[in-house]
């Protein structure tokens, strides 16, 4: 075992947001849950957190947790969202407690700034980054596995950014995923490509937008389309032959409310007029994004977007792992 990081030391790592480059998704199972295939594709923009651990005695909590964003909050205050124990990171801290005994106690600083409910996985990733740091934290060295079984207990993305996150041999900045989430196939993320994200400035439930798919569908079957060999292949073609797509998004633009549906397409309608080479919906909304594979064209449309739309973000691919600093 390793030695655990001595009190007063801080962890700082980051957690990186992902787009969906496509999204099928297959009938409620019994267990309520929807089998999915999709692509996903880890961005540099991302979220920080901070860990440090408390010396001596307190009279706070066994795991002090504040939220600083740089976004809007739908609902929000603006410097939190809920109770501290409903953040994933408090419940990753807990779950993290209850499988290891690790009793230290903790100061977590989270600074937000991927949007909330728009698709882009920020709870999630935030989830498996206090994985990792509290596996450095803790001198545990948990295995993969372990910590993998741990993030599929905080959510169905999870899985995903650890495994995407994690210091082993290939890991990539792009992944095949199947199942509720659970399986995980690392990819090559596209190269030479920029990725320009689009909030609409509302957010989208998750459960709301997976309900409004059942009573659309009523049983029917998913749309057919290409094999998960034929999708995979394509990702290292030229983005403008993507043949990927979201099983959400004609359903939000048929079945969505008047805002969403107005918000989608012009988002989309303005990456189609600026030259993007591939957009489409991340996740369940609301977050649109646009690949472009020049990088004034990309530059160009983030000027033109940001006069028309609050949050306007360029960013790319992000291939390596999350590199944590210890302090």
Known sequence: MEDAVKPGLSYRIKAPCKINLHLRVGNRRSDGYHDLESIFLRLALADTLWFTVVQGRTDRPDCDIRVRWAVPVPGGSGNSLGRPEENIVYKAVSLFRARTGYAETLRV???????????????????????????????????????????????????FFLAAGGSGPGSGGAAWVSGRGERIC??????????????????????????????????????????????????????????????????????????????????????????????????????????????????????????????????????????????
């Not at 980054?129 to 993998?148: D, F, H, I, V, Y």
């Not at 998913?222 to 290292?236: R, V, Y």
């Not at 030229?238 to 989608?264: C, H, I, Q, R």
């Open 109 to 159: 600083r989270l600074y937000k700034r991927i949007p909330p409910g728009g698709g882009l996985g920020g709870g999630s990733s935030d989830g498996a980054s206090a994985l990792l740091a509290l596996n450095t934290l803790a001198g545990t060295a948990l295995s993969e596995g372990a910590l993998l079984e741990m993030a599929a207990c905080l959510g169905s993305d999870v899985p």
């Open 186 to 327: 690392l990819l090559d993320a596209p190269r030479r490509i920029r990725v320009v994200l689009v909030n609409p400035g509302f957010s989208s439930g998750t459960p709301e937008a997976f309900a409004l798919l059942d009573r659309v569908r009523r049983g029917k079957e998913g749309g057919e389309g290409p094999g998960p060999d034929a999708l995979i292949a394509a990702l290292g073609g030229a983005p403008a032959s993507w043949p990927y797509g979201n099983d959400f998004l004609p359903v939000l633009m048929a079945e969505g409310t008047a805002a969403a549906k107005a918000a989608y397409r012009g988002i989309l309608g303005d990456f189609a007029a600026l030259g993007a080479d591939f957009w489409g919906l991340s996740g369940t909304g609301a977050t649109c994004f646009g690949i472009f594979t020049d990088k004034g064209t990309a530059e160009r449309g983030v000027d033109f977007l940001k006069k028309r739309w609050n949050f306007v973000q360029l960013t790319f691919p992000l291939a390596r792992s999350v590199k944590a600093v210890l302090k």
